[in-house]
């Protein structure tokens, strides 16, 4: 692991894609006070997990157009 001196605190956890797709999912139907009583975590939680899931999805989605351009 490369740690930056100049980033502080903990590196990112990645989401498993599992979790992406459900929290996606879940948002689309659900708030995210709802998504929190349902996963047991704080709504402050909830929100970050969403912020990086889209960054997620983002992401692999540019990872894939490269890809594909590269066919």
Do not use: D, F
């Amino acid at each position: 692991m490369n740690k930056n001196p100049h980033r502080p605190g903990r590196p990112r956890k990645e989401l498993s894609k599992e979790m992406v797709v459900a929290l996606l999912t879940m948002y689309e139907t659900k708030s995210t006070r709802q998504i929190a009583e349902e996963l047991q975590v704080s709504q402050a939680t909830v929100c970050k997990w969403l912020k990086r899931a889209k960054e997620q999805q983002e992401e692999q989605t540019q990872y894939e157009q490269r890809t594909e351009e590269s066919v």
